[in-house]
């Protein structure tokens, strides 16, 4: 499967905290924020954001004197033995983060063997969930996590996945032609959030954005109930500006 990945605003954030992470982790006594500047090139004011995320994340901590060291997120996440179950939960806690920040459900997605899957989401009482009438992995060409995640690859690998799932009308807005599907996620900017305004399912509109993280396609993802359409651009952008820390969760 051939890829057509394109660094996103949320991959070089990523980039850049893991430049700082692996400065902190050469320092175990403790490195000063002033001489993280030097070591890494980074602005004062990027780095602050960027230390504000990594300590709010638990990648790292500030001691007494000010100095930052690992933390215990990435001291689990470096455990062979605890890795798995230490992802699962770090990326929990930050879709719930991301739900409550943005006021949708939230979900994660990869593209796995020619498959749409959902690995995990976040949703609440004030932020339902979409409910799933019809599976994610036969519904990508009206989806925001399908169409978000099959522009990523290439051509022919988006034909194949057609090929093997009949684009079937779900609501009056669906797109059926396979030649209008392609032509629109080849012109899809890769920084614009997919949208989905009630291609899936009627009373919901989604929208999702890429996620990259070395070879794996994937993608992050918000719903909304069709009454709160009027937010949902601004929840994307909202989304798009805090994807990093999913992507270092999984780059680490």
Known sequence: MALMHEPTAPYHSAQEALRVLETV???????????????????????????RMLRREGYVEQVTDGAYVTGETLRRLGSAQERE?????????????????????VYLSRYVDGEVRIGQYAAGPSTPAVNEWVDFRSSA???????????????????DHLSRHKMARLTSRTITSDKLLLSRLAAQPPTVPVLDLQ????????????????????????SLPVEHAHRLRQAADALNRSAAPVLLSLAI
């Open 25 to 51: 982790a050469g320092h175990p006594s403790g490195v000063t924020d002033t001489e993280l500047a030097r070591r890494t090139g980074l602005d004062p004011d990027r780095l602050t954001a960027l230390l």
């Open 85 to 105: 179950q230490a992802l699962g939960e770090q990326l929990q806690q930050t879709l719930d983060r991301l739900r409550d920040s943005v006021g949708a459900a």
């Open 141 to 159: 060409h009206a989806t925001a996590i399908g169409k978000s995640l099959l522009t990523q690859l290439d051509h022919n690998a988006r034909r």
């Open 199 to 222: 291609e899936y399912a009627i009373g919901t509109v989604c929208a999702a954005v890429p996620i990259t993280a070395g070879s794996a396609v994937g993608c992050l993802a918000l």
